[in-house]
């Protein structure tokens, strides 16, 4: 069972997201502020943690720094009555993976929840699987039920990436910051050979195929 932190200083509002996690599966602990979030993580283990931004003692921006400064990657959703995009600019680069405007609707912040927890559980156990397909980000490997492929690490990467969010399209230029980062002397051609060489080795997946769209970049959908 998943474990979510609260912090909310409204009890009304933290009470209403308890109830509703609960009701779906999930373990809450709540709280009314950013230091008591830290000493409730001090004693225990948390998946996710909930946030609002205004609460007394510590802001949930002063939260986020904190465990992000301390190292640690928990997901975390921002839960706040602000709207202006300076705030929700300040959010994200504050380390926040999420991010939604009060009033909550409850049914779409379980969603969020599910999707984070899905997102970061690929991160932690460095493995994703597409129906038979199974990629292994410490081997890079590919295995498809019937035989097992090392890929190079960029090829790799790069597969990896696209299957971790399915139907989400990546233009070149993203990828190529991020596989082979910002101070590279190459250019995007060679996103499009790499892709090239992956769609050569698995063409004839039964599970996923790489999409280009046209002008924009690459996507990998499930099949």
Not at 26 to 49: K, P, T
Not at 103 to 132: D, W
């Amino acid at each position: 069972m998943f474990k979510v932190l609260i912090a909310e200083d409204d009890l009304d509002l933290r009470q209403l997201f308890s109830h509703v996690l609960i009701k779906n599966g999930y373990s809450v602990v709540g709280v009314s502020n950013g230091q008591e979030a830290l000493d409730e993580m001090e004693n225990g283990f948390f998946d996710i943690v909930i946030s609002d931004i205004m609460m007394p003692v510590m802001n949930g921006y002063e939260l986020v720094r904190a465990l992000r400064g301390s190292g640690n990657n928990i997901p975390i959703l921002m839960i706040t009555a602000r709207d202006a995009f300076d705030d929700m600019q300040t959010g994200f680069s504050s380390g926040t993976d999420d991010y939604m405007i009060k009033p909550v609707n409850v049914n779409e912040m379980v969603l969020r929840v599910g999707a984070l927890l899905r997102r970061s559980q690929i991160a932690n156990e460095r493995r994703l699987t597409i129906g038979n397909t199974v990629l292994e980000c410490d081997f890079l490997t590919v295995n498809n039920g019937k035989e097992q492929l090392i890929l190079p690490q960029k090829e790799f990467m790069l597969l990896y990436k696209m299957a971790s969010y399915p139907g989400k399209i990546f233009t070149r230029q993203q990828l190529m910051d991020e596989i082979w980062g910002y101070d590279t002397g190459s250019d995007t051609h060679t996103v499009d050979v790499h892709i090239g060489r992956l769609r050569e080795k698995f063409g004839e997946s039964t599970d996923f195929k790489i999409v280009t769209m046209r002008g924009v970049g690459y996507k990998v959908v499930k099949i």
